[in-house]
């Protein structure tokens, strides 16, 4: 099992997006928690996009501040960082990582303007983090994923 830390810079929407999908379809070889570098609520449109996919994320934890698990002293495999570019350069190196890798998706609340158009936006997210979860998974089942072995 590969302990697995997703990050999001201050939305704890994508991380939990994702992490919903790993525990899910990844179950096998992955262990996953959530962090932030800022605390932030849930969106609830992505509540509604992921509970339309079967999932339930009102009782979801509430995912750690990346500061408080470096001073736990927290170990990770893998760390994927979920949103902008800075995101991705601000998360530190934990101990016993492996692997960093960043998946771009932007924050469809800064977006579009309508709430139609931010649940189209939320449901491409989704469907596209979706994607990248199951590519992890595929390229880890395939032997791709070298740094893993």
């Known amino acids: 099992m590969f302990n697995t830390l997703i990050v999001s810079d201050c939305n704890f929407s994508k991380n939990l997006i994702a992490s919903a999908y790993l525990v899910d379809l990844g179950y096998e070889y992955f262990t996953v928690e959530c962090a932030s570098f800022e605390p932030g ?4 449109l992505v ?3 992921m509970r339309q996919d079967g999932y339930d994320l009102s009782n979801c934890d ?3 501040l990346v500061s408080d698990l470096l001073n736990f002293g927290r170990s990770y495999d ?7 570019n800075r995101c991705n350069k601000k998360c530190p190196d934990f101990p016993g990582q492996l692997m960093q890798l960043n998946w ?3 924050d469809p609340d800064k977006v579009a303007e309508s ?5 189209q936006q939320i449901r491409t ?3 596209s983090i979706r994607a990248d979860v199951i590519n992890l998974i595929s390229k880890y089942e395939e032997g791709e994923l070298n740094a893993l072995k």
């Open 104 to 106: 771009r998706h932007s």
């Open 78 to 84: 893998i760390v994927i960082t979920i949103g902008s």
């Open 41 to 44: 609520p849930l969106n609830p």
């Open 47 to 49: 509540s509604i996009m």
């Open 62 to 64: 509430i995912p750690y």
């Open 115 to 119: 709430r139609i158009d931010r649940l």
């Open 125 to 127: 997210m989704r469907d």
